[in-house]
């Protein structure tokens, strides 16, 4: 008897798994290793949510089953969506879920119908398809290309699937891509789902690490929004607690209660302590986060602009803690160039081809390293000679 079900060979290992082992073989060798593969900020969390974690830690009636979202939290989360996006929230329509990636990964369960159509990014990030597949979906892909700012075009999405849609995602700030979406892409959005009675499941991750002035949204700032669709916003990055694993769905009643009929069955609610972190985080200063961005954003000068002094035409992130580079002309894959970026530098990034047919020929670097790093990264590339 196979003990692995066959819905589990949609899914591989792949790449990833040859990454991490190279990685090791290269640090036996005594190499050095700048790993710029995955998103884990390296920035520590503000003392108050610290502070928050560790008195709760204390009390013994916090390590009970909370079973529920408690009002404190669901009224932090709305205050905070007041003050940070200028939206107004009802606490009805907000659930917890145990970060974006295990939110994403249950909603298709929770909404989708055999042969209800997904409509998803390719570049996508993997849980989106994995989400829809799990929640038994078709799945569609749209295209996102450079030529159009990595953007979706409504128009080109075929009218018969439109109609046989139950759900699309989108995701701007947007990883991989690390595009920004202008204020028409989200209006053309809510036209869209409503034309064709589709729901809208937005990833509203990077709000907060976005470049050159801007300043991130909401989804939900839009009018209409709440109508046809519903956001994740997380903790994660901003605060930088991603372990705490602290993510909202927000957004329309139906949604979120369809959500939290399907959690009731599979979980018991978010640690109390976590809530009072997250309590903590939502209601507190926000000029820490502020500051990160501007940190972010030289690692982003120092990486991009540095590889483009030594002829590796990256263009800036527009926002994400991610650049998306194209891969040098001589390479045919973004595997190859990612294994022998690793050999002859000892820098890891991940191959595009990860997050979709339409990632291939690009590689995402994570700004994980402080600008000095970074430097220090451009100029090992540069003296390893593999772009020329």
Same mark, same amino acid.
């Given at each position: 008897m196979k003990a692995q079900a066959e819905r589990l060979s949609h899914f591989q290992m792949g790449i990833f798994a040859a990454l991490d082992e190279k990685k090791e073989e290269l640090l036996k060798s005594g190499k050095k290793v700048y790993n710029l593969s995955v998103g884990t900020p390296d920035f520590e969390p503000a003392p108050h949510i610290v502070?928050?974690?560790?008195?709760?830690?204390?009390?013994?009636?916090?390590?009970?089953?909370?079973?529920?979202?408690?009002?404190?939290?669901? @009224?932090?989360?709305?205050?905070?969506?007041?003050?940070? !996006?200028?939206?107004?929230? @009802?606490?009805?329509?907000?659930?917890? $879920?145990?970060?974006?990636?295990?939110g994403i990964g249950h909603i298709g369960m929770a909404l989708l119908n055999r042969g209800e159509y997904a409509i998803l990014p390719n570049p996508g990030y993997?849980?989106?398809?994995?989400?829809?597949?799990?929640?038994?979906?078709?799945? %569609?892909? %749209?295209? /996102?290309?450079?030529?159009?700012?990595?953007l979706p075009d409504f128009n080109e999405i075929p009218e018969e699937i439109a109609r046989k849609a139950k759900l699309m995602v989108l995701s701007y700030p947007y990883n991989p891509v690390c595009s920004v979406a202008d204020?028409?892409?989200?209006? #053309?959005?809510?036209?869209?789902?409503?034309? %064709?009675?589709?729901?809208i499941i937005h990833d509203n991750a990077y709000s907060d690490i976005i470049y050159d002035g801007?300043?991130?949204?909401?989804?939900?700032?839009? @009018?209409?929004?709440?109508? $046809?669709?519903?956001?994740?916003?997380?903790?994660?990055?901003?605060?930088?607690?991603?372990?705490? *694993?602290?993510?909202?769905?927000?957004?329309? #009643?139906?949604?979120?209660?369809?959500?939290?009929? /399907? *959690?009731?069955?599979?979980? !018991?609610?978010m640690p109390l302590m976590i809530q009072k972190a997250a309590i903590a985080a939502l209601d507190g200063p926000l000029d820490m986060v502020e500051k990160q961005c501007r940190e972010y954003e030289?690692?982003?000068?120092? /990486?991009?602009?540095? !590889? *483009?002094?030594?002829?590796?035409?990256?263009?800036?992130?527009?926002?994400?803690?991610?650049?998306?580079?194209?891969?040098?002309?001589?390479?045919?894959?973004?595997?190859?160039?990612?294994?022998?970026?690793m050999e002859q530098t000892g820098v890891i990034c991940t191959p595009g081809n990860s997050f979709g047919s339409l990632g291939e020929g690009y590689? *995402? !670097?994570?700004?994980?390293?402080?600008? @000095? #790093?970074?430097?220090?990264?451009?100029?090992?590339?540069?003296?390893?000679?593999?772009?020329?």
């Open positions: 502070k928050a974690m560790v008195e709760a830690s204390r009390d013994p009636k916090n390590y009970i089953y909370s079973l529920r979202d408690y009002p404190e939290l669901l @009224e932090a989360v709305q205050r905070y969506y007041k003050r940070r !996006f200028q939206v107004a929230i @009802e606490t009805d329509e907000i659930t917890s $879920v145990h970060g974006t990636q295990e993997p849980i989106f398809e994995a989400g829809a597949y799990l929640g038994d979906g078709s799945l %569609y892909f %749209y295209s /996102l290309k450079a030529e159009n700012g990595f204020d028409s892409v989200y209006e #053309k959005a809510i036209e869209f789902a409503k034309k %064709y009675d589709i729901l801007k300043r991130g949204k909401s989804f939900l700032s839009y @009018e209409g929004a709440k109508e $046809v669709g519903v956001e994740f916003f997380s903790l994660s990055k901003s605060f930088n607690v991603t372990g705490l *694993r602290i993510s909202f769905l927000i957004g329309k #009643k139906e949604v979120v209660d369809a959500m939290k009929l /399907l *959690r009731s069955q599979i979980d !018991f609610g030289k690692r982003r000068d120092a /990486l991009c602009g540095g !590889f *483009r002094q030594i002829g590796w035409n990256v263009p800036d992130s527009q926002g994400t803690m991610f650049v998306w580079a194209p891969i040098p002309d001589q390479f045919s894959s973004s595997e190859q160039f990612c294994m022998e970026l590689v *995402r !670097f994570a700004l994980v390293l402080p600008p @000095e #790093k970074l430097k220090e990264v451009v100029q090992v590339v540069d003296e390893s000679g593999i772009l020329r």
